[in-house]
């Protein structure tokens, strides 16, 4: 009998790294998810699989908690999703998301490089490095201009990566994935925010909603398609780096315009311009080719931009509906 396959997924308490591991454990996988230690549990989005998954602790800020948890678990595959995300946040704290979000990813390499070079490995690499677009429609091969202190981080991710597979011959893998989205979408960020607060208008909870650059334009698709392609490009037979993307593109008006729509709402009556919620530098139009993907690793999108921000906003209201009944009782 064949031996079960093990993969250890950093970040499995975020939105993809609890699809992923859905994923995995559906493809027959033992997955091991890394954790770091909170004050307060966070486990919302892996609280249904938390039987099936064994959860370790370790930081991509400690090499140590990363070697010991190689050396324990002997992982086949590694799926480095833990980063500072946030983009805003990366203007707050530079030194922070420099030292999680690109030193994280050699910490996490060597660390494979020392205790099993046969791992393979796959790093979230982002569509915020092409930032000020070089080209339109971006590809693997279009040169790089991050606009964030995060997409310098992830530019240095992603390098790190190429470099390390170059280096030690490691099998290392960058998926350039686009904004993708779905109901477990951290609420800072702006789909999310959009569904969340046209949920708490229809219902009558709350009256407007606060956002900043209205222009800017998104490549955005659904997160449990994304994760599929992650998985897809550790099975190849060699190494390389994909974009993952829709070739599709909509401003934020636009994501109003259906958030709001499908409750029957006019966003113009709602959404107002906070300056707060403007960036020091901004990316204004991001649309991926993934041509590459679909050709090398027969992947393609299953849900279009209307039908996730539809269903974005029928959870969102589902989950305050049930949380009215539960306030209620
Ligand atoms: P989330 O912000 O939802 O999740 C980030 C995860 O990283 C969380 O589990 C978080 O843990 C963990 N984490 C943060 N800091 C550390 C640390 N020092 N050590 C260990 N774990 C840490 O992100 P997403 O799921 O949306 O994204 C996954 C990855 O993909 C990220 O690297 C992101 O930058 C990248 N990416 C995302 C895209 C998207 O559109 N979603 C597009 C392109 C790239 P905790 O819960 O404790 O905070
Ligand atoms: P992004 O996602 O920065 O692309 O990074 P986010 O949803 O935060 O912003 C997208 C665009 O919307 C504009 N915007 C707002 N954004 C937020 N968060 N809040 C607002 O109120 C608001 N109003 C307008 C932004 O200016 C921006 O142009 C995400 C993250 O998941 C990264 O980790 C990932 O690498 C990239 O996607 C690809």
Same mark, same amino acid.
């Given at each position: ?130 930032? @000020? $677009? ?6 693997? =091969?279009?040169?790089?201009?991050? +606009?964030? /202190?995060? &997409? ?40 999310? @925010? $959009? ?6 208008? =229809?219902?009558?909870?709350?009256? +407007?909603? /606060?956002? &900043? ?117």
């Amino acid at each position: 009998m064949s031996k079960r396959k093990c993969a250890l997924v950093t970040g499995i308490t975020g939105q993809d790294g609890s699809y992923l591991a859905e994923f995995l454990l559906d493809q027959g996988y033992d997955v091991i998810g890394m954790v770091r230690r909170t004050s307060t549990v966070n486990f919302d989005r892996i609280r249904h699989i938390q039987e099936r998954v064994k959860l370790v602790p370790g930081d991509l800020m400690d090499e140590v908690s990363l070697m010991a948890i190689l050396r324990e678990h002997r992982p086949s595959e590694v799926y480095n999703l833990a980063a500072q995300s946030f983009v805003p946040t990366s203007w707050a704290q530079p030194v922070l998301t420099g030292e999680v979000t690109a030193l994280g990813v050699t910490r996490i390499l060597d660390a494979i490089r020392m205790v099993d070079p046969e791992i393979r490995f796959y790093q979230a690499s982002s569509s915020e490095m092409f930032g @000020k $677009v070089q080209e339109v429609p971006q590809t693997e =091969k279009t040169t790089f201009y991050p +606009r964030s /202190p995060y &997409g310098v981080a992830k530019v240095y991710g992603h390098w790190i990566t190429v470099n390390y597979r170059e280096s030690y011959n490691l099998f290392a893998c960058s998926g350039i994935l686009f904004n993708h989205e779905s109901p477990r979408r951290g609420l800072e960020f702006v789909t999310h @925010k $959009v569904t969340y607060h046209v949920a708490k208008i =229809k219902l009558g909870l709350a009256d +407007r909603v /606060p956002l &900043g650059n209205l222009d800017s334009q998104r490549d955005w698709g659904y997160a449990p398609d994304y994760v599929k392609a992650m998985w897809l490009m550790l099975q190849q037979d060699q190494p390389d780096d994909y974009v993952v993307a829709t070739g599709k593109t909509h401003s934020i008006r636009r994501l109003c315009e259906v958030a709001f729509g499908y409750v029957g709402l006019n966003w113009e009556d709602y959404v107002y311009v906070n300056p707060a919620d403007l960036r020091p530098a901004e990316v204004d139009l991001l649309i991926g080719d993934a041509s590459k993907a679909r050709r090398q690793l027969g992947w393609t999108p299953t849900v279009t931009f209307e039908q996730m921000i539809e269903l974005m906003v029928e959870a969102d209201l589902e989950a305050l509906r049930h949380e009215q009944v539960h306030v209620r009782a």
